[in-house]
């Protein structure tokens, strides 16, 4: 797993290229195993063709043309007119169909990049930029395009066009054979030096791409911030620095990446020289005619072309790499929170929850954030956790919809341990509501109706109607089909929650949690709402955190949680006459209430 980090940081990657995670990328290929069968035959073809012009070349100059066989002559020319007709269908088909078979990988592999970062804990947002996550799915799997596409089908027709080509020239001439691969160990060499400093180069260029990508993603959300406190110019600044790296170690991959190619090409020219040398001097013994001298020249490029397509495949190969060892990082981050084998349905629940001695801490060796909290609720019971910020009030209602596990201890619901049964049953039977409510791009209508895809209509406003937020939708521009921005931008932080929590009670929830959420409604607001969730409320198991007390004073039972335990509960009545915790906390805050209403008046 990456390590944690910011966009100042860069990420660690292999010190070599993986060949486990290359030889991974044969699970897409299998998929479409028909289809590239067909492009291997039809690469096949083309290699025999390329093969058989020089051949047909050294007849027409050592036979057809010195007996002037015009016969001859027109046969071999009409044969290569119909070589290269059909070389070039072709490689119009190879090169299609290649280009489908790669971009149909590529939405699979894009695919289950997405589908599984659903599913990974909360914890694994929390620690890493969203923007080192966007550039895995997006920019990491379009840079595998041209390798998985055209590079991956290609290098095998260079392969084999190779070896029929050194065959083809050692049954020609083993001699001048052997001579024009003297220079061939100058090239391994060249190509394992460019490798190690290519790759490296581009393990550099991945990680400053990653902190690109996640300071804008970071600087676009914290837009509004940039602009209150006026630091539009030291916003400025650090992307310059961000981009000036990514440019930096982009021309620095680069400059290494050009030499494969020259220095390629350069070993091949002087190859080529040689042969020459060798064939018109009869250097080392060597005789051959004009046009066995002309073929083996082609056969030589059609042995050096190869070469080089290989060469710059492998350099294709190295720059992906780097980039599919990030998109397989990912891929096998192991969910935290995952259904345990043999996890069963959780059948239609009633609403009693039971804390068994729940210690929680989240890290094996790490404190106890939650110490023995032990307490049983019946069905349709309202309670409310209150206490000091990090006392471990959030922590409880996670482990109730199992965004994490206990430590020690058991949660059960109806009897059910939450670890035996599936999540999506389990969370199904669920309404969370969060302070930082989250308004999806769309319009009023489909916001709420995530809550429960098939709702109708009537569903929708009647939901709406039950926590007050009818009346502000009405009044927008389309009612309910007014379009809103993403995060719900154009909305203010109360409409925001109020649609956010028609869509929790459209999904008609056995058990509701809600985690500060109506922190961001003004009291007029909050007073209608309560007044709208009273009998919705009514037979529902509902757990409510509220810094706000005059939230949460009907509640049946009020739990004050500190350090990871519950110190008194009761009802508001109760604990007001104890004279506690809750007592100390109630008269502070109302004394700050009436100090605040007598400096407005």
């Known amino acids: 797993m990456a390590q944690r980090n910011t966009f100042r940081e860069d990420e660690e990657l292999e010190e070599s290229i993986n060949l486990h995670d290359i030889a991974r990328v044969g699970k897409y290929l299998k998929l479409y195993i028909s289809r590239i069968v067909r492009i291997l035959a039809v690469v096949v073809s083309m290699s025999c063709i390329v093969v058989s012009v020089p051949y047909l ?42 280009t489908r078979v790669g971009q149909l990988m590529l939405k699979d592999m894009r695919r289950d990049l997405f ?9 694994y947002f929390d620690s890493r930029p969203h923007g080192k996550i966007l550039i895995r799915v997006v920019n990491y799997v379009n840079t595998l395009s041209d390798t998985l596409s055209s590079g991956l089908i290609n290098v095998f027709s260079d392969i084999f066009t190779f070896f ?28 394992r030096v460019l490798q190690y400093f290519q790759r490296k180069a581009y393990q550099v260029l991945s990680n400053k791409q ?45 400059h290494i990446e050009f030499l494969m190619w020259p220095g390629v090409q350069t070993i091949s020219v002087m190859t080529i020289a040689f042969i020459y040398f060798v064939g018109i001097t009869g250097f080392g013994g060597v005789s051959v005619t004009t046009g066995m001298l002309i073929a ?35 891929l096998d981050v192991k969910p935290e929170i995952a259904n345990k084998p043999g996890a069963t349905e959780l059948p239609a629940i009633q609403g009693k929850v039971d804390f068994n001695d729940v210690v929680f801490r989240y890290e094996d060796d790490g404190r106890n954030i939650l110490n023995l909290v032990d307490f049983h609720v019946t069905p349709g019971k309202t309670i409310a956790l209150v206490g000091p910020t990090g006392a471990g009030k959030t922590t409880i209602v996670s482990l109730l919809s199992r965004f994490y596990d206990v430590s020690e201890g058991s949660v059960t619901i109806d009897g059910h341990d939450v670890r035996d049964v599936t999540l999506e049953s389990l969370r199904r039977q669920m309404g969370v509501m969060l302070q930082d409510t989250f308004i999806f791009s769309g319009n009023v209508r489909d916001n709420i109706r995530y809550g429960k ?47 956010a929590f028609a869509r929790v009670l459209l999904a008609d929830p056995r058990i509701l949690i809600l985690d500060e959420a109506t922190s961001n409604i003004d009291t007029r607001t909050e007073e209608a709402l309560q007044a709208g969730l009273r009998h919705l409320l009514k037979g529902r198991t509902s757990f409510i955190i509220a810094h706000r007390l005059s939230t949460i004073e009907n509640a049946d039972q009020i739990f004050y949680i500190d350090h990871g335990q519950i110190v008194e509960h009761g009802t508001h009545a109760e604990l007001l006459e104890a004279k506690g915790a809750y007592y100390r906390l109630y008269e502070s805050q109302y004394a700050m209430i009436r100090v605040a209403t007598g400096a407005t008046e």
């Open 164 to 191: 029929v080509t050194l065959i083809v020239m050692f049954a020609i001439d083993w001699q001048l054979a052997l001579w024009s691969l003297v220079l061939f160990p100058v090239l391994i060499i060249w190509v």
């Open 115 to 123: 589908t599984y970062i659903q599913t990974l804990p909360f914890s």
């Open 296 to 330: 083996f020249v082609g056969y030589a490029n059609n042995f050096w072309n190869p070469v080089i397509n290989i060469g710059n495949f492998y350099n294709q190969l190295v720059t992906c790499s780097a980039y599919l060892e990030r998109i397989f990082e990912t």
């Open 57 to 98: 070349t050294k007849i027409m100059i050592d036979d057809a043309i010195p007996n002037k066989d015009l016969g001859k002559l027109a046969m071999l020319a009409g044969g290569l007119f119909c070589l290269i007709v059909i070389y070039e269908l072709a490689l119009r088909y190879r090169t299609v169909d290649i």
């Open 210 to 254: 990653s902190n690109l990508n996640a300071f804008i993603h970071e600087s676009i959300a914290g837009v509004k911030t940039t602009q209150t406190f006026a630091r539009e110019k030291e916003q400025f600044d650090t992307f310059q620095q961000q981009q000036d790296d990514v440019r930096t170690a982009w021309m620095a991959a680069k």
């Open 453 to 499: 895809l098939d709702a109708t209509d009537e569903e929708i406003e009647a939901a709406a109607k039950a926590v007050h937020a009818h009346e502000f939708i009405m009044e927008l521009p389309d009612g309910y089909d007014t379009t809103v921005e993403e995060r719900g931008s154009t909305l203010s932080a109360g409409q925001r929650q109020l649609i």
